[in-house]
C-alpha cells in the first residue's frame, strides 16, 4: 500500500471514528453515508503544485455535483503549524482570485492546530485537530442550506468545546495517535 493510500484511509478512519462518531460536524454523517467525500492526498512541498491541485478540485467540484465537498490531504511540507498557515492564507487568497469565493469555503486542519487566543493544550482545539494537514473544500450553497435546516447551529461550537473539554487532551490525543498508527493493508477504515 502507497504512502498516499495509508494517509487517505487514516483520513477517512478520522472523519468515521472521530468527526462523524463525536458529531463533531452533524452534517458529515449524511454526505458519508453519500459517499460524496472526495479525499486527495497532495504534497505540499511546492505550494504552488499545492495550490494548483486546490483548484483543480475546485474545478472537480464544479463539474461534478455528486461530490460535496473534499478534503486535500496534505502528505508532506507543512508538518510546521505555522508552514500551514502561510498556505492556508495563500489558498484563501487563490480562491478569492479566482472568483470561488461564495462559492466555496475552505476549513482547515492540522495535527497541531490551535486557535487565535486559546492555549496550545487546551481541548477545544481537536475540533480542527487531525492525523495530517488537510484543505477542507466544502459548498457555500450546501453549508447554508444545512445551517437553514437545523436548529441553532450557532451552538454547534459550543457544544463542540464542552464536549472536547469533558474528554480531555489525553483521551483525544490517543484517538489521533491511534489513528495515525492504522496502516490498513487492504482492508477499509
Known sequence: M???AVYLNQTRAWVERFVVAQDICPFARREMGRDSIRYVATSARSF???LLALIEECRRLDDDSSIETA??????GVEDFDDYLDLLGLAEA???DQSYEGVYQLASF???YCFHGVGENDPANYTNRSPHPMLHLLREESIE???ASFAHPERIPERNVTLLREMGNERLAAQIDNLQSLKFGNQEP
Open 145 to 147: 442550506r444545512a445551517l
Open 71 to 76: 478534503l486535500l490531504v496534505l502528505t508532506d
Open 110 to 112: 492540522h495535527p497541531d
Open 2 to 4: 502507497t504512502d498516499d
Open 48 to 50: 504552488e503544485a499545492t
Open 94 to 96: 487563490l480562491l478569492e
